[in-house]
């Protein structure tokens, strides 16, 4: 079968275009029903049973939209850098790559870093990965990293493409690279407060890359774009296998996208503080982020996943 055929999206014409153009405000309007619920949810309903369906439920929903519905580019980051460029002399384009992040960013800075936890399908996806198959022992941790790495190279140079070779894999290449971050935080448990940052730089790379005008494809483009793109098919399943090793590995210490979030989230309005730190099994903190009362970054880090206890601005819920 026609892999590309296999791809395509049910809409593939804006179903309510804006003003005539190419931006779709239905899009727009199923975000801002599904985000709502999400916080809702996430803020007033009290059974953590609950939540964990209705969540499972808005990204059932999330992964529908931009998976199997819609050809719309969830590269927030990426596009609002563009769209900035884009102010003065094409004010619809810049409109059009700026209206999610907008309207995700909007919800971010009320209810904290909401679409990582109830929307984002990369880190639903990752999430599968961790409770399907999740590596338990450290011997088969490192040995798994190890076949990761290998099989991600070997394909990579299998399916090189004929013209620039960094730049067409940027995000193959970048997944690579959150196989030797987690293979050092395994080694150095420990400093993982250090390696959380790492961030940070990660975020700068993506900033500066996309600003000099470098376009790579991002992780989930082959599920919502309609390309056939090797280096994002490539960079999801690493990122995918990586999270059975480390859940969430990828939002965790690499994801610019997420990175940026969390930094906007920190401003929320509403602001969550997890009341049971010290329920940690074994060594595992239960909080998929890895929020755990010894490493502090991490708690700038939640996803309002609503799996623990938590207060609301101090007040029980
Ligand atoms: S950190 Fe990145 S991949 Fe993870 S949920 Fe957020 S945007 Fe998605
Ligand atoms: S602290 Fe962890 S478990 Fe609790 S809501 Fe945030 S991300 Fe989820």
Redesign the pocket.
Same mark, same amino acid.
């Given at each position: 079968m026609n892999l590309f055929l296999l791809l395509r999206k049910i809409v593939n014409t804006p179903l309510m275009p804006v003003q005539g153009t190419w931006i779709d405000a239905a899009v727009f309007v199923i975000i801002f029903a599904v985000l709502s619920v999400a916080a809702g949810v996430c803020f007033f309903v009290r059974s953590p049973k609950l939540r964990q369906n209705m969540r499972i439920i808005t990204r059932v929903v999330s992964l529908g939209v931009f998976a199997v519905m819609f050809f719309r580019c969830i590269c !927030?980051l990426k596009t609002s850098v563009v769209g900035v460029t884009q102010i003065g002399w094409d004010d619809v384009s810049a409109f059009g790559n700026f209206f999610l992040f907008i309207l995700i960013g909007s919800f971010v800075l009320v209810a904290g870093?909401i679409? =990582?936890?109830w929307m =984002?399908? !990369?880190? %639903?996806l990752?999430e599968i990965s961790s409770r399907l198959f999740p590596v338990k022992t450290n011997r088969l941790r490192f040995l798994s990293l190890g076949i990761i790495f290998i099989l991600g190279s070997v394909l990579l140079f299998l399916f090189r493409p004929a013209n620039d070779f960094f730049t067409e894999n940027i995000i193959a290449l970048w997944a690579l690279a959150l196989v030797i971050v987690v293979t050092v935080v395994l080694l150095n448990p420990a400093r993982e407060y250090v390696i959380l940052k790492t961030k940070y730089a990660f975020l700068v790379l993506y900033v500066l890359l996309t600003g000099a005008g470098v376009w790579f494809s991002e992780? @989930?483009c082959w599920l919502t774009g309609n390309d056939i793109d090797y280096s994002s098919i490539i960079g999801f399943f690493v990122i995918f296998l990586v999270s059975a090793v480390i859940p !969430?590995a @990828? *939002?965790r210490y690499v *994801?610019p996208?997420?990175?940026f !979030? %969390?930094l906007l989230g920190r401003k929320s309005l509403l602001k969550i503080k997890a009341t049971d730190h010290g329920a940690e099994i074994g060594n595992t903190p239960r909080c998929l982020m890895g929020e755990s009362s010894r490493v502090p970054e991490s708690r700038l880090m939640c996803?309002r996943c609503g799996t623990c206890a938590y207060e609301l601005n101090d007040k029980k819920i």
């Open positions: !927030l870093n679409y =990582c936890g =984002c399908p !990369l880190g %639903f990752q992780a @989930w !969430l @990828w *939002c *994801c996208t997420g990175t !979030l %969390f996803i």
